[in-house]
């Protein structure tokens, strides 16, 4: 299943800069190991934000929950999702 994820981001001001630097290698190292493994398709930023908009490929809903849930920045992030279907117009064979 297809999802779109957006994902906004929100570091406490006082959170001191060595550990928010931390947690965002723990997130790219986390998010560049799914997106090996081909369960995160996309990611991009959103231009002007500190929230990025992301397709996952995934079982179920219940595999994006664990996913999203693991996420070093869970805990400081506001997350949308959005089940996505194939498109009659779509011409890529992946979109499913
Ligand atoms: O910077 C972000 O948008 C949050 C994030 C998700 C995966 C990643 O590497 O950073």
Same mark, same amino acid.
């Given at each position: 299943?297809?999802?779109? &994820?957006?994902?906004?981001?929100?570091?406490?001001?006082?959170?001191? &800069?060595?550990?928010?630097?931390?947690?965002?290698?723990?997130?790219?190292?986390?998010?560049?190991?799914?997106?090996?493994?081909?369960?995160?398709?996309?990611?991009?930023?959103?231009?002007?934000?500190?929230?990025?908009?992301?397709?996952?490929? &995934?079982?179920?809903?219940?595999?994006?929950?664990?996913?999203?849930?693991?996420?070093?920045?869970?805990?400081?992030?506001?997350?949308?999702?959005?089940?996505?279907?194939?498109?009659?117009?779509?011409?890529?064979?992946?979109?499913?």
């Amino acid at each position: 299943m297809l999802f779109k &994820v957006e994902m906004t981001v929100n570091i406490p001001p006082d959170m001191p &800069v060595t550990t928010a630097t931390e947690i965002k290698a723990k997130e790219k190292a986390y998010s560049q190991a799914l997106q090996q493994e081909g369960k995160w398709r996309h990611i991009w930023r959103v231009a002007g934000l500190y929230s990025n908009v992301s397709i996952f490929d &995934v079982k179920d809903a219940d595999e994006l929950h664990e996913i999203l849930m693991g996420l070093p920045l869970y805990p400081y992030m506001d997350i949308q999702v959005d089940a996505l279907c194939r498109h009659p117009s779509s011409i890529r064979n992946d979109d499913k």
